[in-house]
């Protein structure tokens, strides 16, 4: 079974807007990973917390990380047309092992 | 080289025929992935590589068969499929298989008659 949780859903925003995803996990991690995929494409890695940092900045994107709560959020300032995909992310419960959550499509409006 | 390529892109298949999908990366990576992704739904884990042996096979059926002639090469035979097969089938690769950053190809899209 899938480990992550993720919303919402889906995610509609005008271009120029800020996106929020959310993400929640159920055992502990070493890490947590972000992943991009545009529609039928493979995927890109985005961004990769480690359990022991709490925020991470890459470009546009912010990520946190709660270890407490066992969750974590994406934040897309300044969101483009081109940031238009669905969203994933992925915890690493054992070696080797990356286990999605169910993803968020994000649709930018132009 | 930062890519990871996949052949076919697409691949139609019948119950009784057997094919081959595969995989290749030249970035020196040691461990490499299978994941099955059906529509609308996150990838999912079926196989894992690390230094060309089997290390993780998440209890795929018999008829997925994963070979890794070399680092870099990772094929995925398929013999006597079911339409429920039919799915997007991603290789990844990374470092190692310590927790590191995955790169993916883009997928060969299986339909299974």
């Known amino acids: 079974s899938q480990q992550g949780e993720e919303d919402p859903q889906a995610l509609s925003i005008q271009e120029g807007e800020n996106a929020t995803m959310n993400c929640s996990y159920k055992?502990?991690?070493?890490?947590l990973q972000w992943y991009r995929q545009n529609s039928g494409r493979g995927l890109v890695h985005l961004i990769l917390i480690r359990s022991n940092e709490r925020e991470k900045h890459s470009g546009r994107l912010r990520v946190t990380l709660d270890t407490s709560k066992k969750s974590s959020s994406l934040l897309i300032t300044a969101s483009r047309a081109a940031d238009t995909a669905s969203y994933f992310c992925?915890?690493?419960?054992?070696?080797?092992?990356?286990?999605f959550g169910q993803g968020t499509t994000l649709q930018v409006k132009p | 080289d930062t890519e990871v390529t996949q052949t076919p892109k697409h691949l139609v298949m019948g119950m009784t025929n057997k094919k081959s999908l595969k995989c290749e990366q030249h970035?020196?990576?040691?461990?490499m992935y299978w994941y099955k992704q059906k529509a609308k739904k996150p990838p999912e884990l079926m196989f894992v590589?690390?230094?060309?042996?089997?290390?993780i096979n998440e209890s795929v059926p018999s008829r997925f068969s994963p070979e890794c002639p070399n680092s870099s090469l990772l094929n995925l035979h398929l013999h006597a499929l079911q339409p429920e097969d039919s799915a997007l089938y991603l290789c990844?690769?990374?470092?190692?298989?310590?927790?590191?950053?995955?790169?993916f190809g883009p997928g060969t899209r299986l339909t299974v008659l």
């Open positions: 055992t502990s991690i070493n890490n």
């Open positions: 992925a915890t690493d419960p054992d070696t080797g092992k990356l286990i």
């Open positions: 990844a690769s990374s470092q190692d298989a310590g927790n590191n950053e995955q790169f």
């Open positions: 970035m020196g990576h040691r461990a």
């Open positions: 590589y690390s230094y060309e042996k089997l290390s």
